[in-house]
């Protein structure tokens, strides 16, 4: 029953990690052009 529960956890974090990851991402991309326009 511990083992399912630390398996549960472990996923829950490593999708939390990935989800977290891919908004950095894409706030990134959206970032990179606005400061390409911002500096001259």
């Known amino acids: 029953?511990?083992?399912m529960?630390?398996?549960m956890l472990s996923a829950r974090t490593c999708k939390a990690i990935s989800v977290a990851t891919f908004f950095n991402l894409h706030i990134l991309k959206c970032v990179?052009?606005?400061q390409d326009?911002?500096?001259p």
């Open 1 to 3: 029953m511990i083992f």
């Open 5 to 7: 529960t630390r398996v």
């Open 32 to 34: 990179g052009p606005i």
């Open 37 to 39: 326009l911002i500096v």
